[in-house]
């Protein structure tokens, strides 16, 4: 079975860093697309960030480039991380890691993630950001 575990939430301050991480198993990696997805109360999923490690494409949202950094451990290819640094209050939301089942080209994975739509989903993971 697909399996996403998000990890590395908690409450900082502005201007504050956290990494937040994402085990995943029962899936080929290079196979997948894998990307980070939020929710603020009372508004719509978006998506964050995202990577399509055979393609070699990465992608951020405008709100986070600069600050936020996708990557993944390359040689046991279990985990996805997001590292985020300068955060703001507006970054306070649950976070989703997820996954669909296709490599992306970098065009297509920013469509994907834009959609913030996927195939598989984890459990998220809640970032407070205190000004």
């Known amino acids: 079975d697909v399996q996403l575990q998000a990890s590395g939430g908690g409450l900082v ?17 290079d196979d997948y697309s894998i990307a980070w997805f939020r929710q603020a109360p009372g508004k719509e999923r978006e998506g964050v ?54 490599e992306l080209s970098p065009r297509l994975l920013e469509q994907w993630v834009s959609a913030a739509a996927a195939s598989y989903w984890g459990q998220g993971t809640l970032v407070t950001v205190s000004s």
């Open 13 to 29: 301050q502005a201007g504050g860093s956290l990494r937040l991480s994402c085990a995943v198993s029962g899936f080929i990696f």
């Open 49 to 102: 960030s995202g990577t399509s490690s055979r393609e070699g494409s990465t992608y951020y949202a405008a709100s986070v480039k600069g600050r936020f950094t996708i990557s993944s451990d390359n040689a046991k290819k279990t985990t996805v991380y997001l590292e985020m640094n300068s955060l703001k209050p507006e970054d306070t939301a649950v976070y989703y890691c997820a996954a669909t089942e296709v």
